[in-house]
């Protein structure tokens, strides 16, 4: 009886090209994306956009200071002047609660 290897091989041969053509498959569908992104990165720096990028973290921003002047200056409150205000507004406060009152009683 002569043993032909083809024969007894034709399962494992038929297992090992189908899960080969996989295996293929899957390696070129890789380097295809990983080429498709290297690609990308090549045209970003060629034309300059990686840089911009980077350069965008990198700004020193110039901060400008300038004297300001104050050409108004605030009235300064003494304590006679408060007081005069004060009773100025109590003047004010109890004149309308008198006429208010005058009013009612008419």
Sequence with gaps: MKFDLNKEMKPWVDTINNSLKWAMALIIRIGLILLGIIMIIML????????????????????????????SK???????????????TQKLIMDKLKGKTKNEDK
């Design 74 to 88: 605030p009235k300064i409150l003494t304590h006679t002047s408060d007081i005069k205000d004060i009773t100025e």
């Design 44 to 71: 970003l720096k060629w034309t300059g956009i990686i840089k911009e990028l980077y350069d965008l973290t990198s700004i020193d921003v110039e901060v400008i200071h300038e004297d300001t002047r104050h050409l």
